[in-house]
């Protein structure tokens, strides 16, 4: 993994940051009490390609808990596991419309409505492999790791804040293990699902995950086959209609590639066949992603024509 100054990505990346740089609108979250210490101004813009190279602008290296960044690749280890038609038996495939912690869940089956919001992102981590949660936790860092390309580790003290504060998610929990799609031991499941949540990773990983997704299941700086193919497909497909919560509509006109963002500040944004990007900037909007990872993304898109449904 290397940056490379000097050359037109970089430059390019460099311009969109300077830009942005002071953009001040939204507030960093606070209702997970570790993640209001951060500073505010921290701003990095990563971008992987397919051959490997990374390019990066800015806070690229300070690391960062994932938050629901996590959520696209614990369904990839979820798919890997035990298949799409088992997946979707548990976990819906629509896009909310609504908020990131949203309660609603599918009347007839119990099932919350995708695994890019809370409900279903703790269900798909119950549905990692392993043998009890410390096994399933191991395994989804281990899983994060090889997107990564590099052994990642925990925030402790950012699981321990979850934990200790996270009522909303619990009693989303409660309902689907009362409504069947959630089994197990709650509390355990919930520990597992804030470890995930709870990964320190930098901009210029998210950009090698989300670069990972892009092309098909393969690690390009590492090499290695992470999830085949089909699964990075449909993680892909989830991304795109469900990946920023209920501005997924706005983001898929404007920006037009799948993305997810988390509560943190990250965005990842995925261009199948291209390359990942990774953007971090604390400050969220009220739908509780970055706002100057919003905006870093709408130029990005704009300058390179890079929007999905383009046609010439
Ligand atoms: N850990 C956070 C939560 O469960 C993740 C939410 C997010 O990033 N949107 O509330």
Known sequence: ??????????????????????????????????LGRVDPDLFGLSLCALDGQ??????????????????????????????????LARVGAEPSGEAFNSIRLEPVTGRPPNP?????????????????????????????????????????????S??????????????????????GDVEEQLAVYFRQCSVLVTCEDLAVMHATLA???????TGDRVVAPRHAQHVLAVMATCGMY???????????????SGVS???GVALPGQFGIGVFSPPL??????????????????QFGLHLMRAT
Not at 126 to 149: H, K, N, T
Not at 174 to 183: I, P, V
Request: aromatic letters at 6%; hydrophobic letters at 40%; a negative charge.
């Open 116 to 160: 890019m919001v809370n409900a279903g992102a703790i269900v798909t981590s119950s549905l990692v492999a392993g043998d009890g949660p410390d096994e399933r936790s191991a395994r989804i860092l281990e899983g994060l790791s090889a997107f990564a390309g590099r052994p990642l580790k925990v925030d402790e003290a950012v699981f321990a």
């Open 285 to 302: 909007e009220e739908k509780g992603n970055s706002v100057r990872g919003i905006a870093a993304c709408h130029l990005i898109s704009d």
């Open 215 to 221: 092309g098909g299941g393969v690690n390009p700086v």
């Open 246 to 260: 209920d501005a997924s509509g706005q983001w898929m006109l404007q920006v037009g590639m799948p993305a997810k």
């Open 54 to 87: 990374v390019y990066a602008s800015g806070d690229t290296t300070t690391p960062f808990t994932v938050q629901s960044v996590s959520k696209p690749f614990v369904f990839a280890l979820a798919l890997a596991d035990h298949g799409l038609e088992n997946v």
């Open 265 to 267: 500040g990250a965005i």
């Open 1 to 34: 993994q290397q940056d490379r100054p000097g050359d037109p990505l970089t430059a390019l990346l460099d311009q969109v940051r300077l830009r942005l740089r002071d953009l001040d609108d939204g507030e960093p979250a606070s209702y997970i009490p570790e």
């Open 162 to 183: 979850e934990r200790a504060t996270g009522d909303r998610n619990r009693a989303l929990a409660y309902l689907m293990h009362n409504a069947g799609s959630l089994t």
